[in-house]
């Protein structure tokens, strides 16, 4: 079985799902979403991420770089080739002002079901749980994925998937007897579109959203919503359209607010930010697409996650 990275282990959680949670944060995406704030997901391996502001010139990760991939600019900040690095983290050993990090930690399960188990009187009076996230844990791992949602759930654990659903539908359905939730995205439901902002079109996800429906998986459809690229009316009226001809059995729908408070990370992964002409939605027609969900029958339907 093998281990995949994982990036964040985030303790009172209130954002992904119901009552108080965990949320563990699997690295790797088969996604790459041109707002993503959590860069640091996206590839599977380990990521360097770098404070240059917290640099103080010293010079030893300079000298301990392997890979000769550290200089000091001209104003003795320590800068990095990504195109030399590999991640190997032996300069995070030697910067005593924490200026670099690595991203992504083995954990074995026990160890993982040990650490969130520690929070169990909170979830159970919250009605909380544990969340699954990333990056994509539907395309991790399976097998070390499910042996984890099974062990929580055996502990008594509410277990909440949080999927863009680009995955093997078997693996969604392995989890299946031990998900309370599926927190599933749906981010543009035109394909072309999908492919120009996420990179891959969208047909896996809307074809693993109907049988995750079929067998009866409880769903929370998540909206994100960008102004820029998604908040149109067609758009909602697109995503209505699809979960009522498909008769998806939608437990709640989440309008998620766009925000870029990830934006900052892309500087530290020595990478550029994608998100340039993205804005949060207006408040007004927020409460326009609540009035539209509810008058086509769904009901239960929240801005927020
Ligand atoms: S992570 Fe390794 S290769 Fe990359 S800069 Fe640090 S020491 Fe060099
Ligand atoms: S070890 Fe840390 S403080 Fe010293 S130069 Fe490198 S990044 Fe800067």
Redesign the pocket.
Known sequence: MGKPLIFNIQKFSIHDGEGIRSTVFFKGCPLSCRWCHNPESQCYPNDLLCYVER????????KACPQKA?S?DDEHK?HTDYDKCTACGV?TE????N??ELVGEEYEIKDLVKQLEKDIMFYEQSGGGVTLSGGEVMAQDIDYVEELARRLHEKGILVNIDTCGYAPYEHLKRVLPYTDVYLYDLKLMDPEQHKEYIGVDNQLILENLKQLSADGGKINIRLPLIDGVNTTDEHIGQVIRFLKDNEIRVWQVNLLKYHNTGSSKYKKLGREYDGKNMAVPKEEWLQQVVETFKQNGFPNIKIGG
């Open positions: 640099c103080t010139g010293c010079g030893a990760c300079v550290i000091l320590a300069c030697y910067c005593m002002q200026a670099r």
